[in-house]
């Protein structure tokens, strides 16, 4: 039996955090898996949070079945309201692992997973347990942001220390902030097929005054009130007084009519 190191998410569920979540829609965020996706499909959302692009995936695959699996029962309550007011009847959503996903072998055409990747000690392993439950001819999709490719302007030595400790804080959990440049190897050692596997990348970008500033609110909050801030504390790589700076740093950059900050990512279709 392998014995794994626990994950721990970096981020947790801060209203902060889930802030950042609910933007997340089936086109700002799975841009790339969308030619693939089809009327009466059944697909899963692994990591699916608190439901935004679930319930945008089921829109396009009704009346297919869509299922959102998420290890927190709390932020599944969110995803239930969302759907509810939605109106998407064809989604559901329930308590998983993404080590062992609780469905038969071929069970979906389509395994989502957003964001999910970078925070666990064995990605490759959760890659396998999605191929099993994918149906042949079905597609496993999945996207990462790579922290440190991230880039902004003007600099800012704040935004250079946040991006420093990030790194440090995942490395500490045993993670991997770096996930978007490695995810066509990871889906490669899962053993998909190379023929079947199309990597690409795609991109956030937060310039305009109204998004500048929303990114750098939600950041300035996650420096000192998210579980990363709990966990740089917990792992002695800062202390509040640093948070505070770095948030202090976020809320300057915010308000410069200058900046751009663009996040890149990851992206692989691979086909079972």
């Not at 899963?44 to 695959?61: I, K, Y």
């Not at 993404?98 to 038969?104: E, K, V």
């Not at 440049?181 to 991109?203: H, M, N, T, Y």
């Amino acid at each position: 039996m392998t014995t794994r190191t626990p994950d721990v998410y970096t981020h947790g569920h801060h209203e902060s955090v889930l802030r950042s979540h609910r933007w997340r829609t089936a086109e700002n965020s799975a841009g790339y898996l969308l030619p693939a996706l089809a009327p009466g499909q059944r697909v899963l959302d692994v990591g699916c949070g608190p439901g935004t692009v679930t319930v945008d995936l089921a829109s396009r695959v009704a009346p297919g079945e869509v299922i959102g699996v998420d290890r927190s029962a709390k932020v599944l309550e969110a995803a239930v309201e969302h759907a509810q007011e939605a109106g998407a009847d064809n989604v559901t959503f329930q308590v998983g692992d993404a080590y062992a996903l609780d469905f038969p072998d071929d069970s979906f055409d389509v395994v989502h997973a957003h964001q999910v990747l970078q925070h666990l000690t064995d990605p490759v392993a959760a890659l396998r347990e999605m191929r099993r439950v994918t149906r042949p001819g079905g597609v496993v999709a999945v996207r990462d942001a790579d922290y440190a490719a991230m880039t902004w302007y003007p600099e800012h030595h704040g935004l250079d220390e946040w991006q420093a400790l990030y790194h440090e804080v995942t490395e500490a959990n045993g993670a991997e902030a770096d996930a978007g440049r490695r995810l066509l190897s990871w889906v490669r050692d899962a053993g998909f097929d190379p023929a079947g596997i199309a990597p690409g990348a795609g991109i956030w970008c937060y310039a305009t005054p109204e998004d500048r500033a929303w990114w750098a609110g939600l950041w300035a909050d996650r420096c000192v009130a998210s579980n990363f801030a709990v966990q740089a504390m917990a792992h002695k790589l800062a202390d509040e007084v640093g948070l505070e700076l770095l948030a202090d740093a976020w809320r300057e950059w915010g308000q410069s009519l200058d900046g751009w900050f663009a996040v890149p990512h990851g992206e692989v279709l691979a086909r079972v």
